[in-house]
């Protein structure tokens, strides 16, 4: 048999029950804000391509380590993958594509996860999305690219850090800095 137990609330029990799930609701705010500390320094530079920490920072998730890997899978493509904890959490690459048809951004972030869809630039040399982005670079000719362009390509595979005003201000910032690199050739001779 089941028996009634009557439940009374007064001024006081509320005013308790009330102070007890905001303590409990403040402390675990503060336990997810130590979760989401980094215990690593964001690097100034993607492979040797310099940019701004504080751009780049937005992308990084909390961890203890970051690293970096430099990849050249085919083609003239080099990949910077930066990892937190040992898992990929950018990729900033790249790429060299080829003139005519299909020359553009969107058609560079089509192929590429995480970028489109996306805003495009007033001058169509930018495609960003919140985890991703494509940079059209001016100036770059390679005899061994010929009748190709080399683009830059982020994308964002951490989990929560999708941030399009700051991926704005990253892409133009990687782009230009790819420009003005070694991994921007002035190849005079180019088709």
Not at 88 to 107: E, L, P
Not at 111 to 118: L, N, R, S, T
Not at 143 to 158: E, G, R
Request: net charge neutral.
């Amino acid at each position: 048999m089941y028996s009634r137990v009557r439940l009374s609330l007064t001024p006081r029990k509320v005013a308790f029950l009330a102070t007890a799930i905001a303590l409990g609701a403040a402390l675990s705010a503060c336990s997810n804000s130590k979760s989401e500390e980094r215990k690593y320094a964001v690097p100034d530079s993607l492979c040797g391509v310099s940019v701004k920490s504080d751009l780049l920072s937005p992308f990084l998730p909390p961890g203890e380590k970051i690293s970096t890997q430099k990849e050249s899978p085919s083609g003239g493509t080099t990949r910077c993958n930066i990892l937190v904890d040992g898992k990929v959490a950018v990729i900033a690459s790249r790429i060299w594509w080829g003139k005519g048809a299909g020359d553009g951004v969107i058609d560079v972030a089509a192929v590429h996860a995480k970028v489109a869809p996306g805003q495009v630039s007033d001058d169509e040399k930018y495609l960003y999305s919140g985890t991703g982005s494509v940079g059209k670079t001016e100036g770059c000719a390679d005899s061994t690219h010929p009748k190709q362009d080399l683009f830059t390509v982020i994308q964002v595979f951490a989990s929560g850090r999708d941030d399009e005003a700051a991926m704005k201000r990253l892409i133009p910032a990687y782009t230009k800095a790819v420009e003005q690199s070694d991994e921007c050739p002035h190849d005079d001779g180019a088709p």
